[in-house]
C-alpha cells in the first residue's frame, strides 16, 4: 500500500522559510519521478514543483522557481521542500505524490501571514 506523510509546515511571515519533508512507503522509490503540489483555501490543488528518480532532474511552477529547491535520500525515502523568501499566496496545503500512483498523504499545513 503507497503511502506518502508530508510535515513541516507551519506559520511564517512574509519572507520567511520553511522546510517540508515527505516520507514514503510502498514503491519503488528510487525510480519514482515525485512531484509537490499545493492547494490554497477555494482553489484548485496546483503543481509545485517534481524530482526524478535520480534526483538529477528538478522542474519547478514559475511562481516559486529562485525561491524553492526540491531534494530527496533515496536511501531514506524521503524528500524536502526548501521553501525561502515565502509570500502569502503560497499559503496553502501541500502534498506530494508519486507518478503513476493515486494515492495522496494528509497533506502538511503552510500559512504565510504578517
Known amino acids: 500500500q503507497v503511502q506518502f506523510v508530508e510535515s513541516g509546515g507551519g506559520s511564517v511571515e512574509p519572507g520567511g522559510s520553511l522546510r517540508l519533508s515527505c516520507t514514503a512507503s510502498?514503491?519503488?522509490?528510487?525510480?519514482?519521478?515525485i512531484k509537490w503540489y499545493r492547494q490554497a483555501p477555494g482553489k484548485e490543488r496546483e503543481f509545485v514543483a517534481r524530482?526524478?528518480?535520480?534526483?538529477?532532474?528538478?522542474d519547478y511552477a514559475d511562481p516559486v522557481k529562485g525561491r524553492f529547491t526540491m531534494s530527496r535520500d533515496n536511501a531514506k525515502k524521503t524528500l524536502s521542500l526548501q521553501m525561502n523568501n515565502l509570500k502569502p499566496e503560497d499559503t496553502g496545503v501541500y502534498y506530494c505524490?508519486?507518478?503513476?500512483?493515486?494515492?495522496w498523504g494528509q497533506g502538511t499545513q503552510v500559512t504565510v501571514d504578517s
Open positions: 510502498g514503491l519503488d522509490f528510487r525510480i519514482s519521478t
Open positions: 524530482i526524478d528518480g535520480t534526483g538529477r532532474r528538478r
Open positions: 505524490k508519486a507518478d503513476g500512483y493515486a494515492t
